[in-house]
C-alpha cells in the first residue's frame, strides 16, 4: 500500500490550519522515509495500522481517509487517538510528534534529503 | 572478503573504542568493526533531524514494546552514541557500586577500585565545565532547586573549550580514543555488520557477516570482544547461540515538560544544559533538555498556527525532565521474520510514582524561579502556574497516558558471577565461552541513576587491562 497519501493526510489534519502555510507534502515524504527505516517489526506494524486507519474512513464515514476533506480527516485522527487499543493512539502521537518536529525542522532550514 | 586477526571487536562506541585503544597499544592485532558509517563530528548540526537519520539507527525511531511503550534511542555511527548524545559526565555514585559487587558476586570491584580507572578516562578524553557559565535555562534549575533547598550541580561533560571558544569540541570516540586505536594499529571496518559468531563448542571462531557493498563478510579470530550496547550485543550472542543473555534490561524511564518564564531563557549557543537537581538520585534526576523550537514543539500541543503562536517567544520556553532509574526489567530477543532486536520492557509501579513525585517537585523549582507556566505532560490539560496545581501532576502517568523515553540502556549481559543470573563472569568474559567478551553498558548490573559513559568507559578500561594481564 502506498502510505504517503495517508501521512499526507495525517500530517494536515494534525497542523495544518487557515493561518499558516505547511510544508505538508515535504513533512509526509521525510515521515515516510522515516517509517521505512524503522527496524521490521514496528516498520510492519505502522504500515497495517495506517492501512486500517485509511479503511475506517470508509466504514465510518463513507470515504478512504486518504480522500477524506480536511473536517472528516480531523475527526477520524480525534476518533482514533481516544482509542482504548494502544498502537492506535500511538500511531496518532507519533504522527502529531514526529510530524511537528519535522516540520519546524524543515522551516528551520533543514533539508528534506 | 576474508579477514583475520587476534581480537575482533563488534561496536565503536565508548566501550569498543576504549577496548581496541588499550589491546592495539599493548601490541594486540585488532579488528575494529562498526555497523554504521564514519562521519565527520560536525556533520549534522547537534540534535538535528539530519543527525537523527545519520548517527542514530533507525533514525532514532526505536522503540521498547510495552504498556506504555518507551521509546530509546541507539548509535549507529563510528564512536556510537558518543558522537550524538549529551556527552555529559558524571562519576558514579559509590553506594551503587558496592551494590553491584555485592549483590552480583563481582570480584575484584568497588568503588575504590575503579576510582584510578575513572580518573584515566577523565584525563585521557577530557572533561570539561562552560568557560564561561551555563544557559539562563540551567540557571533557572538552580534557582528553583535553592529555593526548594534541593542540592543540585553542574555535569561536567565529554568536551573542551579551546580559548574560551563557547561552542567548544565534542571529545567523542572518534575524536579520542578510536584514533588511538589506529594510530596503535588497530584496522577499523565501518559499514560492515556482523550477523553470527560461529563457534565450536564453548570457543568462537570466525564471525559472518556483511561489507558495506552488501558482500559476505567473514572474519577470522582468537578472541572477540562485544560491544554493540545494550540491545545489539545481546541480540548478536543470542543470534550465535548463546541463549542465557538478553534478560534483565533496565533503562531510565524519562518524561519531558516545557517551562515559560517571563524573561530569555533559551540561548541555543549554549548547548545542551547542564544543571541537575542532585537531591533525590539516584532514585530520580531533574535537569533541563536541549531546547530548540522543533524539539519544544513535540511537547507542546496544537495545530501549526497554534505551535507558532505559542512559540513566538520560544526564547522565553525551555524543556526540563525528570528522570526515574527504572526499576521496571525488559528482554532483547529476535523479531522472528525480521531479524530485527525485539525490546520489550515493563515499567514498574514504582517508577510512575517516582516520575509522577518528579514532576510535582520539577514544577514547583520551576514556578519558584520565575515561570510563569509550565505545561503539563497530559494531552489536553491546561497549563500550570501554581505550585498548588502542581501538584496534580502527581498523578498524570499511568498506562494509557504516558509518554516515556530512554536514553540509557543496560544490564543485558550482567558482569558477576554465573549463580547471580549474569551472562559475563566480573572481568566480562562470556559465561559458558571461552573466547567470547562483552564491554559495553550491556554489563552494568543495574541501571547507575546517573549519566552511564564515564562509568562505561571506566568499566571498560577495568575489564580490557585485566585481559591484557592475563594472556
Known amino acids: ?113 | 572478503m576474508n579477514v583475520s586477526t587476534d581480537t575482533l571487536i563488534v561496536g565503536s562506541g565508548p566501550g569498543g573504542a576504549m577496548t581496541a585503544a588499550l589491546l592495539a597499544e599493548a601490541g594486540v592485532d585488532v579488528v575494529l568493526v562498526e555497523e554504521g558509517e564514519k562521519h565527520p563530528i560536525d556533520a549534522r548540526q547537534d540534535h538535528s533531524l539530519a543527525q537523527m537519520d545519520q548517527k542514530w539507527r533507525s533514525g532514532g525511531l526505536t522503540v521498547a514494546l510495552g504498556s506504555p511503550k518507551v521509546s530509546y534511542v541507539e548509535g549507529r555511527c563510528l564512536g556510537g552514541a558518543s558522537e550524538s548524545n549529551a556527552g555529559l559526565y558524571h562519576p558514579p555514585i559509590d553506594a551503587v557500586l558496592d551494590d553491584w559487587a555485592t549483590r552480583f558476586g563481582i570480584s575484584d570491584f568497588s568503588a575504590e577500585e575503579l576510582s584510578p580507572h575513572l580518573d584515566a578516562v577523565v584525563e585521557q578524553i577530557g572533561v570539561s565545565s562552560r568557560p564561561d557559565g551555563f544557559s539562563p535555562a540551567s540557571d533557572r534549575l538552580a534557582e528553583g532547586a535553592e529555593a526548594m533547598g534541593w542540592r543540585w550541580t553542574e555535569i561536567q561533560r565529554f568536551w573542551r573549550y579551546p580559548g574560551g571558544d563557547q561552542v567548544g569540541e565534542r571529545r567523542s570516540m572518534s575524536e579520542t580514543l578510536v584514533p588511538r586505536a589506529v594510530a596503535a594499529g588497530a584496522r577499523v571496518l565501518t559499514g560492515t555488520r556482523i550477523d553470527k559468531i560461529l563457534r565450536r563448542g564453548r570457543r568462537a571462531t570466525a564471525a559472518r557477516g556483511t561489507g558495506p557493498d552488501g558482500r559476505p563478510v567473514t572474519i577470522d579470530f582468537k578472541n572477540v570482544v562485544v560491544c554493540a550496547g545494550a540491545v545489539q550485543t545481546p541480540r548478536l550472542l543470542r543470534n550465535s547461540g548463546w541463549t542465557h543473555v538478553g534478560d534483565g534490561l533496565t533503562l531510565n524511564p524519562m518524561v519531558r515538560i516545557v517551562a515559560r518564564f517571563p524573561e530569555r531563557v533559551n540561548v541555543p549557543a549554549f548547548g545542551v544544559p547542564v544543571v541537575q537537581i542532585e537531591e533525590f538520585k539516584p532514585r530520580l534526576t531533574i535537569g533541563c533538555s536541549y531546547s530548540a523550537p522543533p524539539h519544544l514543539a513535540m511537547w507542546l500541543e496544537g495545530t501549526a498556527g497554534e505551535l507558532r503562536r505559542s512559540l513566538e517567544d520560544w526564547e522565553r520556553m525551555a524543556v526540563f525532565y525528570v528522570k526515574a532509574c527504572g526499576q521496571g526489567s525488559g528482554s532483547v530477543r529476535t523479531t522472528p521474520v525480521f531479524g530485527d532486536a525485539l525490546v520489550r520492557y515493563r515499567v514498574a509501579q514504582h517508577d510512575y510514582d517516582v516520575m509522577g513525585g518528579g514532576l510535582v517537585k520539577l514544577a514547583q523549582a520551576l514556578l519558584a524561579a520565575g515561570a510563569t507556566e509550565v505545561h503539563s505532560p497530559l494531552t489536553g490539560a491546561p497549563p500550570l502556574t501554581s505550585a498548588a496545581q502542581a501538584e496534580q501532576l502527581a498523578t498524570v502517568l499511568s498506562p494509557k497516558t504516558a509518554s516515556f523515553s530512554a536514553i540509557h540502556l543496560h544490564s543485558t549481559v550482567r558482569m558477576g558471577a554465573e549463580a547471580a543470573g549474569c551472562g559475563a563472569d566480573s572481568h566480562g568474559r562470556l559465561h559458558g565461552a571461552e573466547n567470547v567478551y562483552v564491554n559495553d553498558s550491556s554489563l552494568l548490573p543495574t541501571s547507575p541513576g546517573v549519566n552511564p559513559q564515564g562509568t562505561i568507559l571506566a568499566v571498560a578500561r577495568r575489564n580490557t587491562l585485566r585481559w591484557l594481564d592475563e594472556r
Open chain 1, 1 to 113: 500500500m502506498h502510505i504517503e497519501p495517508v501521512v499526507r493526510g495525517l500530517v494536515s489534519g494534525l497542523l495544518a490550519d487557515g493561518e499558516h502555510p505547511v510544508p505538508v507534502d515535504d513533512t509526509a515524504a521525510v515521515l515516510v522515509r522515516k517509517i521505512d527505516n524503522m527496524p521490521g517489526l514496528m516498520r510492519f506494524g505502522m504500515r497495517v495500522l495506517l492501512w486500517a486507519f485509511d479503511w475506517y474512513g470508509l466504514i465510518r464515514g463513507g470515504r478512504r481517509f486518504r480522500g477524506s476533506s480536511l473536517v472528516k480527516q480531523r475527526k477520524r485522527i480525534e476518533e482514533w487517538s481516544r482509542m482504548p487499543v494502544g498502537p492506535c493512539r500511538d500511531m496518532i502521537e507519533f504522527h502529531r510528534k514526529m510530524g511537528v518536529f519535522v516540520a519546524l525542522s524543515l522551516e528551520g532550514g533543514e533539508h528534506p534529503g
